[in-house]
């Protein structure tokens, strides 16, 4: 059987390619899209998901979510993923609206009608997932897991201390690690081992697939941000991680562990605080992956795109 998810993302570079990953598995049933604002506003977020999905032909309903996180001030990321959120391919005008529905009320309404639990894949804030389980606390028992991108144990990429995606939105971030609902987490200690090479680029631009071009043009950009501000070699691709893991988890490297969200500190705002070493001897409340098949993973995008138009 398909696992059925939910995509509740910010396009977003990466998050493209993990909506593209998704929709290429036979082993995972996208049954709804919520978009959030992050990498940009969530206007362009959610047009760039309904491209995305025009591009790969479905038509499988985005709802748009929340335009700023729950306490505080909207953050973007217009210098990783550009003024339209997903700068550098040329990509079709959607085919069809987004949902009259506000993304909670997807979210609600998906996980009500279906008769499997859901697991939910988050990519970026974590804004729409904290409302949705705050609103319908019933509906928590059919959620099968989350399994998210942001946080690190170690380092961050927007802060020294936080990974962007938890640093827009602490509060929320941290009523979904409390929410006991199995948390799979790919923080930046995997996904900056997730690296997409200038040669595994070329490898998926020659794939002749439609799907494989664009990939590589959504690359282009992205890898220009990262070889300019960092020392890599390659781009993390965050946000497929999360998806990956769901295809192929014997590719990842992983810890069950305790971690809580600072919401409070002037230095450490955002900080995933992983218990690594079972100081504190509190319930386990993520699996936190930390390593990756680097191959394996650029073998797994490659035959997916492959298998596209
Ligand atoms: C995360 O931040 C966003 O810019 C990316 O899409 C990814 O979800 C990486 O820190
Ligand atoms: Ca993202």
Known sequence: MKIPIIMDCDPGHDDAIALILAHASEKLDIRAITTIAGNQTVEKTTLNALKIMTFLGSEIPVAMGCAKPLFRELITASEVHGETGLDGPVLPEPSYEKSDLHAVELMAETVRNSSEKITIVPTGALTNVALFLTSYPQLKENIQQISLMGGAC????????????????????KIVFESGIPI????????????????DRERFRSSGTKAGIMVAE??????KFHDDNFDFGGSPLHDPCAVAWLIEPELFTSKLCHADIETKGKLTLGNTVVDVYEVLKKEKNITLLYDIDR?????LLAAHLEKLP
Do not use: Q, R
């Not at 170690?154 to 971030?173: C, H, K, M, Q, S």
């Not at 191959?295 to 073998?299: K, L, N, Q």
């Open 184 to 199: 799979i987490m790919s923080g930046l200690d995997v996904t900056h081992k997730a690296l997409i090479k200038d040669v």
């Open 154 to 173: 170690w380092g961050g990429n927007w802060t020294p201390a936080a990974e962007f995606n938890i640093l827009v939105d602490p509060e929320a971030a």
């Open 295 to 299: 191959e394996g993973f650029v073998d």
């Open 218 to 223: 959504l690359l282009d950009f992205f890898a």
